[in-house]
């Protein structure tokens, strides 16, 4: 057990009666990403993973929802001089001369208080770093934080730690619904419902080639949390020669959406709107279509707030938030047009389609938009005389 160093994983609070689901995707992500690990379990309210690279194995885990943390800590016995001593060496190996430091320590405590180990702790730290000027801050001004975290048998002295995304475990409501991304909002909610624990079909709808390769880039974001070493993506084009007013291209991929739902055994549409941002009598409008067609439309954007922000800019999406931002601030105008010409448009859309099976890497940006342009020409000479005017 000396000298152990072992990857912990914090379940994020609604995962805590998920955690068979998040155990069995933390082994996926790590055979995904080839990192060799000998045993993964769990303790009390967390889970080991012994892995042959913690710090490789740590960063692939904290790509997964459903965690409250990710930490590679230094396993000592639970039992008071083992932990004083063990964080009392951790320290001195990690800290820098002149730092402030926080020691935290949770969990089960046997015999003693973690307020007791807290104290005994900084001063035989304090004593063992003298030279280093090494002293104790406070929870609003340290420089550095030293957590450790208790099990009936364990202590656990995590030498880094890293928040988690939060939400709930992959795919663990064992459900499939389909998402549509076509501009900023809607590839973040598309985020929020893999957070929230479905398992997506993703599809594109674009208007133009020059849009290809700023959702392309989203896209390529958000398949790497399908936990999925391969993935199926499904690409529509709009025939259109202008940029659409939001409601109307939202109108419209909503329609599309709803068309490929019917005709497919996942009955559940994640819909990229917020009654936050968006006109109610435009959503409820779209909700109603939903519904007239047996379909069941989720929301996952409803309770749009700070926390959605973060999780976009924690997966590198945080060059759209801006755009969304403005969203807020924006006067929709009426766009609606003639229910014939919508419809046209819808068909055609739909006849576009071509699907795309990727294998996920670290960047599939290049590999998508060649798949994806290969096959345009043919659709431009089968739609080229119904391209419409109006935007």
Partial sequence: MKNEVLVIVFPSIFSKNKVSSLMANIKKVLKIQNQKFRKIRKEGDVIIVEADDPVFASSAINTLFGIKGVAIAKRVNNNFESIVNGVSKAAADIFLKGERFLLQIEGYAKGFTTKDIELAATSSLIEKTAGMGIKPGTSKKYDRKLYVYLTKLNAYICIYYDNGLGGVPNNSQNKEMVCCIFDELSAVSCLETIKQGFDVKIIVCYSKDSELLHLVRMVNQIIHRTVKPKINLEFYKIPVNKKLASLLLAEITTKVLVRIATTSSTKRISLGLSPLIHPVDFVESLIKQAYNKNLVP???????????????????????????????SSRFYDSKQPAKKIEKIVEESITSKKTISVNVGQNNVHEILDEVRSNNWRFMKKIGQFIYPWG
């Fill in 298 to 328: 989720y929301f996952p954007l409803s309770g749009l707030d700070d926390n959605v922000f973060e999780s976009a800019r924690e997966i590198g999406l945080e060059k759209y938030l801006d755009r969304i931002k403005k969203l807020g």
